[in-house]
């Protein structure tokens, strides 16, 4: 089940958050994205437990996914495909999402090619001296 993310998510999401990436948001990032008016937190729950997160935002005709990510012992159960189509469901009004992934990063660049999105371009030192990112994107057409 995919659901609004509420103070109580908290300390899963951080668990998740800090076994994923080198670089974590932190606690305060989170809060702060539970109130943002342009900004969608959003939970997969699987048997009551947090399994995986994603926060995107939408300004104007464009949307940006900020953060995704799933549980160790949840990974390759389509639970990510299904945030981020989700993600795509709620941005049909707008005109592209784009996101940056590390180069290196070839689950998440796999998962994003898999839904459609292409490669845009290549930001030199984006997460840190000698860790490029790819910068992508997936045009929607506007109804
Ligand atoms: C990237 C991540 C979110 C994928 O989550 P997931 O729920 O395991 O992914 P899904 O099961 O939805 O996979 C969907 C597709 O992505 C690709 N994929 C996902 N994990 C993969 C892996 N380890 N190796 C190769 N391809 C992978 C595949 O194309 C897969 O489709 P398939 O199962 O039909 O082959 C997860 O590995 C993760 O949390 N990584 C750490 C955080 C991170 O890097 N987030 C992205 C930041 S930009």
């Known amino acids: 089940m995919i659901r609004k993310a509420s103070a109580d998510d908290l300390d899963a999401v951080m668990a998740i958050e800090q ?6 948001w ?5 809060e702060a ?10 939970v997969y729950e699987a048997d009551g437990e947090v399994a995986g997160y994603i926060i995107f935002w939408t300004v ?5 996914i900020a953060d995704v990510a799933v549980a160790e012992q949840f990974k390759r159960q389509q639970i990510a495909e299904r945030l981020i189509n ?13 996101l940056e992934v590390g180069i290196d990063n070839e689950p998440a660049v796999r998962l994003y090619k898999k ?4 490669v845009n371009g290549e930001i030199k030192d ?18």
């Open 86 to 98: 989700r993600c795509i469901e709620m941005n049909q009004d707008t005109r592209v999402i784009y």
């Open 60 to 64: 104007l005709d464009e949307a940006e």
């Open 126 to 143: 984006y997460y840190g001296t000698g860790k490029n990112a790819l910068r992508m994107s997936l045009e929607l057409c506007r109804k």
């Open 115 to 118: 839904l459609g999105f292409n």
């Open 33 to 42: 994205e539970l109130f943002k008016a342009s900004g969608n937190f959003l």
């Open 19 to 24: 076994s994923s990436f080198s670089r974590p």
């Open 26 to 30: 932190s606690r305060k990032s989170f």
